[in-house]
């Protein structure tokens, strides 16, 4: 389904009269098997029409398709109401309705599991799909980091590197605290701080991360353990030499006249003299800015850290399970008085378990599988 999803995010850069013809135009685009399932047709409205595509790329066993569905590719403000809007696990090809700056961090896992085959029930109601999962566990907390969507706060600007800072010493002080009476033991095993560490990039999986970031002398890529050590002891210390530039170049920035050049980052002197560690320090907080400007970072009842949409609420309805056919976890909010219906929300970064079928064998999780139906 790569063709499908390449092709979904180029039409809704362009213009379209009627958006059933973001469907309908996939006729043309796709594989002789998948365009079978796209009958042209004006009778029906946006609503009937997107979800009649993909209950039938579903039926063909096409999981990828939820990826690109969920609240966290939709417009918060949305109304439930609205004539035409979608059920959660209905991708959104509107151009109008749709996140353009969504991404995830760790778009490489977003694939099919290789192991557990999908098992999806079109035969409901005409907007439900019954799916089987297995629930996880519940998210309990969420940090969310709505203040960084400011989009006048550069990456360089010496503000979005205080909010960074003061993001990174509530999340150490919040897992320290929680994990206290567990010695530091995240439930996947290893250190708790390392888990949030992994959290924080996604698990340090993208293909950039050796760029991003340099190497260590020996040549090899860094470890988000490492990179978190490094921003530990350059910005979270008081001392820190990165910590202590951003100091002085803020109070530098108050003292200029007006009219002089008030750079709102560290200075250039700052840059020709800075340690090789420092540098790389500066990378990393550019790195979390990106990260964390389209992510919440959450954890869960068992103390599980994950890195999820930014509609993730931490309202105690929702939890985070394994889809059967998918490879990754997903955050699923429960409605209230449903009876057992489902939001999908989006798929998340869970550090420790990302591996579904594994998941699923874990004897932690084995009572959390049975049917769902997501709405």
């Known amino acids: 389904m790569q063709d499908l999803a390449f092709y979904t ?7 379209c009269k009627d958006a059933r013809d973001r469907v309908f135009a996939l006729r043309g685009l796709l594989s002789e098997s998948a365009a079978l399932v796209i009958k042209p047709g004006y009778t029906k409205n946006v609503k009937t029409v997107y979800t009649e595509f993909a209950r039938e790329m579903l039926r063909a066993g096409n999981v990828e398709i939820l990826y690109h569905a969920g609240l966290w590719k939709r417009k918060p403000s949305l109304p439930a109401t609205w004539p035409n809007y979608l059920p959660s696990w209905v991708p959104d090809y509107r151009k109008e309705t749709t996140l353009a700056i969504m991404e995830t961090k760790f778009g490489s896992y977003l694939r099919h599991d290789p192991v557990v085959q999908p098992e999806f029930d079109v035969s409901l109601q005409p907007f439900q799909l ?15 980091t709505y203040h960084l969507y400011d989009t006048t706060l550069l990456n360089n600007d010496i503000a979005l590197f205080l909010k960074i800072r003061e993001l990174g010493m509530t999340l150490y002080a919040k897992v320290c605290t929680d994990f206290q009476e567990k010695h530091f033991q995240y439930p996947a095993g290893g250190n708790c701080v390392a888990a949030l560490a992994h959290a924080l990039v996604g698990g340090g999986s993208d293909p950039q991360y050796r760029t991003t970031f340099g190497t260590r002398n020996n040549g090899t890529p860094f470890t988000p353990w490492e990179l978190w050590e490094i921003y530990e002891r350059q910005v979270l210390e008081p001392e820190g030499e990165l910590f202590q530039a951003m100091k002085q170049e803020a109070a530098a920035n108050m003292v200029r006249p007006p009219g002089a050049d008030s750079r709102r980052g560290v200075s250039f002197e700052f840059y020709n003299g800075a340690s090789v560690e420092s540098g790389t320090a500066w990378d990393y907080v550019h790195h979390l800015a990106k990260v964390l400007r389209r992510h919440s970072i959450f954890m869960t009842d068992d103390g599980y850290i994950g890195l999820g949409p930014p509609q993730t609420m931490g309202k105690g309805s929702e939890s985070v399970a394994f889809i059967d056919g998918a490879n990754v976890p997903f955050v699923l909010t429960e409605t209230k008085g449903s009876g057992g219906d489902w939001l999908l929300v989006g798929p998340c970064y869970l ?15 084995q009572g959390g599988r049975g049917d769902i139906r997501l709405v």
């Open 9 to 15: 995010e180029r039409l809704k850069s362009r213009d």
């Open 351 to 365: 550090h420790g378990v990302m591996d579904g079928d594994a998941a699923r064998r874990n004897v932690a999780f």
């Open 130 to 144: 019954g799916t089987k999962a297995t629930l996880i566990d519940i998210v309990t907390f969420v940090h969310h």
